[in-house]
């Protein structure tokens, strides 16, 4: 029939429009019954040429849509006629029982066995239709802008089999779909092949409206309001019925499950949707609940150090919005209960202490302190622990532990004086038989609290006093350690916090290098020589944390006083334009006593000595009383007291007394211990002293501190307003606090204060126009 | 190392691989009852230069003879042309000379309902290009012969 047959050179006339029809009708019940067959699984006997090559014609012949419509019938019908015999049988009992009457699903599984079966078919029949309609998807769909033929069945697939309606297809579909995951989800076995021959054929059609897919449109809302209420009703039920670890556990197993799922028979596009709404309903929704979980929360958890399940609670809760704000709130409020706690022990145990700290217990005081410190170090190694184990080092948790923290230590106005102490009992001589990197790994932790310290200046003032202690009385257990705590502290504070520190450090290098002078000065000199050694540490008044611009009262013995002299001579002949004061109180003497036994060598304080050296000039058994000593020696009151009490009431009782007792009283009598006896020939007295400050000393010590830090304030404002000249008051404000912060919090009033001090002397003027301007008067 | 093109050695050797037969798997009957050839080709070069072999040559549609060759009728093509097509399809070689009108017309029908779309681009533009007098003084024939195909011939005239 093609024209080509005709021969050539000579051209037919168009067909009349009459056998033109005739034609077409003629094709196209060839081609109606060829579909047929397709449908019937026959393809075998048909030719895919003559097909092609007749619907082509018909394309040819402008019948492309009479041929289009007329394939979209025969679909159509077969359609309508599988849906009868095939998709309805196999519908399931009833929708809502069937999960009774069917445990497992059987009818639902059946369906959709079914359904796989039927839209493999259809598929199949599809693209065979498709090729030898190709001629048609080209010319004529493309100019009719009609649906490409293959589409075009999947369309017909969805309103007549899935969407169909006159069966209720869809809603078995769905109900069994939902179905098969519920019976999933309560740990029965399904097919998940059928499932996902479903969702995927759902996945393959696509919804005319909106152009998504059938699977959004129809599925995946009621999937998702489905599972927020399955999920809704779970977490109530496992709230109630599981503890907190066993609940995680349960929630991680369930999201894990939709993950799962998800990847093996949904589309992707749901997997955040699912996981949003076990997120929302299993964690958001009980977050509080499982936090506080009376035992078996988070403080529970963190009480018994349960990083797994800590861990696991971190992971979990961080996918949802409050949930690590919750966490960290409730972590560091837990701290800070913990701090008040150890804050409060320490409290009690001073003020019950109160009295033995202040008459001379010297041994409660530190131990308070150190407790105290040690204390606080394990609870920050306990959470250090739970930050690195179980919070993945996170960031914003280290922060709010770091607040809780500083928040409880500076509750404790006494932790600049603790932290200091325990840094002065570590790096004391010959104690606890500690290594040396043992002392720097507890240096190295005991820095991260002086981090939290706000008052860094207080703690400054403290260290200073126990350093010049441990110096002078020779306790340091090394130089390299002292200098290493030294550095630590520079790394935190920068220079201007160490300087005074390291300059007691050369004080006492020179002074050594001094002795060894002094010792060839005498050597060569014609002078008579002293009686006794001398060795003198030449302290720089501005370094050292004492008094040091007087010479306390005391009579030292003449002997004593030629060879100070002596040594005074030869240091102001080296320096000229120093003055020298002699600090009785801090001195030491190594004096030989003969008692009835045996002879002892006794290591006392030059006090002790002064004492000790008047009962030379008794006879045995003559007595000295309080007032006597105290006349004749001149020594401070207080500090004659705490001596006495050395030598007559501690270990060593070189003196009696009498009365006897504790306590030194006036009108008490004292009486050379002929009758002592010691072990050791070599003895030392320990000077009773208290080392955590009494009420007295650390009032003074505040007073000292905050006059610094008047001092400190006012060279602030000075440095600030010299350099910018003129500056509004709440901005020099801001400034002074940021100056000054890494050593104290300076209070704004104390700032005005200092401003106003500052324009009384003159540095400083108020602006004419504007009250709240500065200017700086050079 | 730049790329290069080397086309002309690979499409001389499909030619010969045409020419000479081997490894065929299919068989093509081609032409009516006056003017009929056997061609042999091979299905897998075929199905990947057409589609309409693709769909042709698909597990669905293909029959095959006792010795396991796939046997293909195309009645409504002559030889000839059919012989261009191949050659084209094996080669990418299109040669026009000696040519009748008549013939580029049948060649250029073929190629369109064979959806040769490249083929039919080319026929198209060589008329054009070559037969312009021709076509304008036998329009009304010209016309008759491409009525209702895929064909821009027209617009393009």
Known sequence: MSSRKQPKGKIRPPKKPNSADAQFNDNWDRLAQAIREIHKKNASILSFEELYRNAYNMVLHKNGDKLYNGVREVITQHLEEVAVSQVVPAFPLSGASSSQTNPNGAGGANFLKVLKTVWEDHTTCMLMIRDILMYMDRVYAKTANVPLVYDLGLDLFRDTIVRSQNYPIQNHLLEVLLQQIKLERENEIIDRTNVKASIDMLLELTDASTKDTVYATDFENKFLETSSEYYRVEGQMLVGEYDAPEYMKKVDKRLNEEEQRVRHYLSQTTEPKIRNIVEEELISKHLKTVIEMENSGLIPMLRNEKMDDLGRMYKLFGRVVKGHDEMKSAISDYIRELGKAINETVTSNTTAEGGNAASGDKQTGATVAVRWVQEVLDLKDKFDKVQNLALSNDKAFQTSFNEAFEYFINKNSKSPEFISLFIDDNLKKGLKGKTEEEVDSVLDKTITLFRFIGEKDVFERYYKQHLAKRLLLGRSVSDDAERGMIGKLKVECGYQFTTKLEGMFNDMRISSDTMTDFKEYLDKSVLEKPKLDLSVTVLTSTFWPMNLSASPRCNLPPELTKACGTFQNFYLGRHSGRRLTWQSNMGTADIRGSFKARKHELNVSTYQMVILLMFNDKQDGESLSYEQIKGESDIPEADLKRNLQSLACAKYKILVKEPKGKEINPGDQFNFNNDFTAPLQRIKIQTVASKVESEGERKETREKVEEARKHQTEAAIVRIMKDRKTMEHNLLIAEVVKQLQSRFMPNPALIKKRIEALIEREYLERATGDRRVYNYLA | ?157
């Open chain 2, 1 to 157: 190392m730049t790329s290069m093109k080397l086309f002309d050695r690979l499409s001389e050797d499909l030619g010969q691989l045409l020419e000479k037969e081997e490894n065929y798997d299919m068989v093509i009957h081609v032409g009516g009852e006056e003017n009929k050839k056997e061609f042999k080709a091979h299905s897998l070069i075929l199905s990947t230069r057409s589609s309409y072999f693709k769909s042709a040559l698909n597990n669905h549609w293909t029959i095959k003879q006792h010795d396991g060759k796939i046997i293909f009728k195309k009645p409504n093509i002559s030889p000839k042309v059919f012989q261009f097509i191949l050659k084209y399809l094996y080669t990418g070689v299109i040669n026009f000379h000696e040519q009748e009108l008549r013939e580029i017309f049948d060649l250029l029908i073929a190629a369109d309902e064979l959806i040769l779309d490249e083929l039919k681009d080319q026929i198209q533009e060589y008329l054009i290009e070559h037969e312009y007098t021709q076509i304008q003084q036998n329009i009304v024939q010209v016309l008759h012969i491409v009525f209702g195909h895929d064909v821009t011939i027209f617009k393009k005239l």
